[in-house]
Every structure is written in C-alpha cells, then in structure tokens.
C-alpha cells in the first residue's frame, strides 16, 4: 500500500478516534451551565449534584480528549510535510490561537470548576462552568476555521515560491463556510451530550438505581435532545446543504448519488450506488425533492457526477454517499426518539415506560456515529483536494516517510488506543457506578430550604 495512502488512514484514524472525546465534553459544557443555573435559581442541591457529577465525566473526557489529540499536531509535520509547507502560512494562525487562547482557557476552568467550588462560592463556580463552556466551544470555533478553509479558501495568496500566505486574518476566522459548518457541527456535539444525559437518566430509572437522578437526567436530557436534534435538521442542515451546492457542486451530486444532470432531481431515500453502471441500483426516492430543497424550485437543476472530469470527483463515491445517509438517517431517527419522549414526558408516561426508556438507554451510541458519518462526509465529499480547488491530496504526505514507517506508527496507535479505551470505560463506569449521590458536597450552599421540594418534575 502506497504511503500517501497509509498516510491518510492514519490521520483518518487517530482524528476520528479522538473526536469521540472533544464532542461529548463540547456536549455536556453548555448543560452543565444550564445545571448550575437551575440549582442557583431553584435553589436546589439535586441540580448543584447533576453538574459536579457531570462535570466529573466531563473532567476524564477532557483529559483523554488531550491525550488523543497531540499525536494530531504531530502528524501535520510528520505525515503532512509537504502539505504544512504549503498550507502553514494561513492554517497555522487558526490552531494557534486554539491553543493560545481556546485550550488554556478550557483547561484553567475545568480546574477552577472540579476544584474550586468551596473557595469561589456559587456564583463564581457558575462563572467557572459558564467560562468552561465558552473555552470549550471557542476552541471548536478554531478548528472549524482551519477546515472550512481547506473546505472553501479565502483571505490568503499564493507566495512566489508556491505556498499560500494568509492576507486576512478577519476572512479566515469569519468564512462564511465556518459559520455554517459551527453551527452545524456544535448543534450535533450538543446532541451527543444530551443523549448521553438522557440515557444514563433511563439507565438509573430501568436499574431502580439513583432514581430521583434518573428523572432529572432524563427530563433534562430528553428536552435538549429535541431541541438539538430539530436544529441539526433545520436550519443548520439546510444551510449546509446548500453552501454545498454551491461551492461544491460535485460533492452534492455524490453524497445524492446523482449520476446524471436532472430538471427536477429526485430526493434518494434509499439505494446503492453501483460505479460501473453508473446509476443506483434499488432506489427508493421522492421525485423533484432534490431540487425543491436545494434551489426551492420544482424542476430546478441539478448537475450529475458525470458532468463533472473524473479527476474532479470524490475518489470514494460509495463511502461518501454512504456516510451522507447514514447521517442524515441517524438525524430523523434522533427527532422520532425525542419527539415521542417529550410527548410522553408532557403526558407523565415517560419515567413509567419501560420500552421507550430502553429506546433512550440504547440510543446512546447513535450521536457518535452519526457526527463520525458527518465528518466522513465532509472530508471525503472535500476530496481529491486537500484545500478545494487548490492542493490534491496526493501532493500533501511527506515524501521522505515510507509506507513501512506509517503502517508500524498506525499499528502503534490501534494498540495503544484499545488501552485507553478500556481506561476510560472503566473510570467512567466507576463514576456512573457511585452516582451522584456519592459525591462529597465541598460546602454548605447558601440556598434557603423551605421544606418542600424544589422541583415536581
């Protein structure tokens, strides 16, 4: 197997491994605000318990999020040479400022919020959780950037000696491809620490275990993942998908596995892409979908893969194609779930049915997947390129790196990366284990008892 490609499976690798971490700690950040707010305005200890308890979860996926995420760097210099010396003039700015400012802002916070509570007082402490949640999704701003101008550049020029320089530092922060892509990508970061809220809470209902956490975990969790899920279809979804049509034109027909120019493309539902033939064998569609979604027009065209030089399009069709749905398929999974759970919370059914509280409880896994088949989608829908339209990936490995070297480096990380997995699924599991109600209070709060509960579900 040639380097380049080897170079590409690794990379794919240790960054999808590794944004198992980042999307769950970007997902319980802003709940954990939300906990700590309710407890000071409620006035409620159980709530101050759910965010210790969460922010102790939060606390081992960060640190596991880090580990995981230096090898990253380094591949930019070692697997990536020649495209870092291409591309290090303009994406060099975005990741530093994520590590200048976004990941020490994290990391002091994280602190201040897991071990500072009894010196800050409540309302410092929310202030700790709030500028943690600011630190986490600042740096999730910074990454977006870098890709979404691999993904649609602008605000640079081309060097005499070929590399491209940054022009505007205000352009790249500010690409409009970014915008969309963050809205997009945090809405389902969002969701995957809301499911996992809401699972954990059907988990204590169903084991008879932590039962008063278990409701409030689940009414807490089911809502946000409503209102999460119905954000990543509309407006985000929409936004993106449109930004697609627009710049990228080719990736569009791919992730529909549109072969050929249509007035009045069909939406596909189901179906799979056969190369050869170049058509989709089995396919379930709405007819003039497509269209109407993308250019809110009926008999709106659409432009086929074959309209496109073969040297311009996806060099993985099948997988991207594949990616795109299961997405998206996830996504309508997510908002059946959800919607159902709400009604049933509105209606009082929901800590009562079992079958739909296993529904919740095994649904944890899905937000993983479907960002992971996001992010496929992305950057395979982005190749032949490495920035659009301007660097082939086959120009961007280090030419002086054997494959040899690359397949004994991305054995290294499967190995050493099983033993972090069971590290941290037995830490995790520990803390789920003790629950909240095993967490030592730090201090007496301030609140005023009344005698009465806080909060009646």
């Not at 937000?367 to 190749?383: D, K, M, Y």
Request: charged fraction near 15%.
């Amino acid at each position: 197997m040639e380097a380049n490609t080897l170079d590409r499976l690794q990379f794919a690798f240790t960054v999808t491994y590794h944004y198992l971490f980042p999307q769950l700690t970007m997902g319980l950040a802003p709940m954990i605000v939300i906990f700590k707010s309710i407890a000071i305005r409620k006035q409620d200890e159980r709530w101050n318990q759910a965010a210790r308890f969460w922010g102790k979860i939060l606390g081992i996926t960060f640190l596991f999020g880090v580990v995981t995420g230096i090898p990253l760097e380094f591949q930019f210099g070692t697997n990536w040479a020649a495209f870092s010396k291409y591309a290090g003039g303009v994406i060099g700015q975005a990741l530093a400022m994520e590590g200048v400012f976004a990941f020490f802002l994290e990391s002091a916070f994280i602190g201040l919020f897991l071990f500072g509570e009894q010196r800050l007082g409540q309302k410092l402490h929310w202030l700790s959780a709030f500028l943690l949640f600011v630190g986490a999704w600042l740096s999730g701003w910074f990454i977006i950037a870098t890709d979404a101008w691999m993904q649609h550049p602008v605000g640079y020029e081309i060097s005499p000696d070929g590399s491209a320089q940054l022009t505007s530092l205000w352009a790249l922060i500010w690409n409009e491809w970014a915008i969309y892509q963050y809205l997009h990508n945090m809405g389902g970061a969002f969701v995957t620490g809301a499911f996992a809220i809401a699972s954990l809470g059907a988990f204590y209902l169903l084991s008879r275990k932590q039962v008063e956490y278990g409701r409030l975990f689940l009414k807490a969790g089911v809502i946000a993942s409503c209102v999460g899920s119905i954000w990543m279809l509309f407006p985000t979804g929409d936004w993106k998908g449109k930004l697609v049509a627009e710049y990228q034109p080719v990736t569009l027909a791919a992730m529909e596995g549109l072969f050929n120019t249509a007035d009045g493309a069909p939406l596909v539902l189901i179906g799979q892409p056969d190369m050869e033939k170049q058509r989709l064998d089995n396919a379930v569609h709405i007819p003039k979908m497509l269209s109407f979604l993308t250019y809110q027009r009926w008999e709106a065209t659409v432009h086929g893969l074959n309209e496109f030089p073969k040297d311009q399009q996806p060099d993985n069709v099948p997988l991207l194609y594949y990616s795109y749905h299961i997405m998206v398929g996830l996504g309508t999974i997510f908002i059946a779930i959800m919607v159902a759970a709400v009604v049933w919370l509105w209606r009082g059914w929901l800590f009562s049915s079992s079958w739909l509280l296993w529904i919740v409880m095994l649904a944890f896994p899905l937000p993983f997947i479907a960002n992971t088949a996001g992010w496929l989608t992305a950057e395979i829908g982005r190749q032949p390129w490495l920035v659009y339209g301007l660097y082939r990936t086959e120009h961007g490995h280090s030419p002086l790196v054997s494959s040899g070297n690359v397949l004994f480096t991305l054995l290294g990380f499967l190995g050493m990366y099983t033993i972090i997995s069971l590290l941290y699924i037995f830490l995790v599991l520990r803390r789920i284990e003790e629950g909240p109600d095993e967490l030592s209070k730090p201090a007496p709060l301030t609140f005023e008892t009344t005698g009465e509960p806080a909060d009646s579900y």
